[in-house]
T-cell receptor
Framework: GQQLNQSPQSMFIQEGEDVSMNCTSS?????WLWYKQDPGEGPVLLIA?????ELTSNGRLTAQFGITRKDSFLNISASIPSDVGIYFC????????????FGTGTRLTIIP | GAGVSQSPRYKVAKRGQDVALRCDPI?????LFWYQQALGQGPEFLTY????????KSGLPSDRFFAERPEGSVSTLKIQRTQQEDSAVYLC??????????FGPGTRLTVL
């Protein structure tokens, strides 16, 4: 079952607003990944984090690897319509095993 | 280069029918993964390969599910005697670097 909790579950924002979402776990992760999934498509990798405390940006996206290694957040600045979708955090739960555990997802909707 | 491709994109099967889902990973990617995604949920791990070796199949729900990657490239996920609860999107991912998995568009399986 899921071991990564994401919040909020859904967000309704206006275009141009900044967005913040996070992911928490009761277990330690050594890698955090953030994916975006559009309807009918597979998840697309946005940002990968490998070190506790690491802050990484990809355009308007910024993600941080929590210092406790049990959480991560993703920020989106100046949202645009194509940001709509479901955002998942994910990571390999067990060291040495590459299989990913995914979070529960945050659904982002932009209100016209 | 080309991303991960999957075929068919959609499959409708009658209960009890066998199905085979194909995944073509990104060229040169050593690791290949299969995930199952139920509606409104995050992907759940099924199995993964490193080259032709199946290193973890702990996520396969029953012995009706079987995956192979005989030459370390293309992989096939086979489901025998399909049941309605097998209806889901089946996602394939490949990776060259531990952690960064790139997903295909998925195969949506509907069992009637």
């Amino acid at each position: 079952g899921q071991q990564l909790n994401q919040s909020p579950q859904s967000m309704f924002i206006q275009e141009g607003e900044d967005v913040s979402m996070n992911c928490t776990s009761s277990s330690i992760f050594n890698t955090w990944l953030w994916y975006k999934q559009d309807p009918g498509e597979g998840p697309v990798l946005l940002i990968a984090l490998y070190k506790a405390g690491e802050l990484t940006s990809n355009g308007r996206l910024t993600a941080q690897f929590g210092i406790t290694r049990k959480d991560s957040f993703l920020n989106i600045s100046a949202s645009i319509p194509s940001d709509v979708g479901i955002y998942f955090c994910a990571g390999p739960l067990n060291f040495g095993n590459e299989k990913l555990t995914f979070g529960t997802g945050t659904r982002l909707t932009i209100i016209p | 280069g080309a991303g991960v491709s999957q075929s068919p994109r959609y499959k409708v099967a009658k209960r009890g029918q066998d199905v085979a889902l194909r995944c073509d990973p990104i060229s040169g990617h050593v690791s290949l993964f299969w995930y199952q995604q139920a509606l409104g949920q995050g992907p759940e791990f099924l199995t993964y390969f490193q080259n032709e070796a199946q290193l973890d199949k702990s996520g396969l729900p029953s012995d009706r599910f079987f995956a192979e990657r005989p030459e370390g490239s293309v992989s096939t996920l086979k489901i025998q005697r399909t049941q309605q609860e097998d209806s889901a999107v089946y996602l394939c991912a490949s990776s060259r670097v531990v952690g960064e998995q790139f997903f295909g568009p998925g195969t949506r399986l509907t069992v009637l």
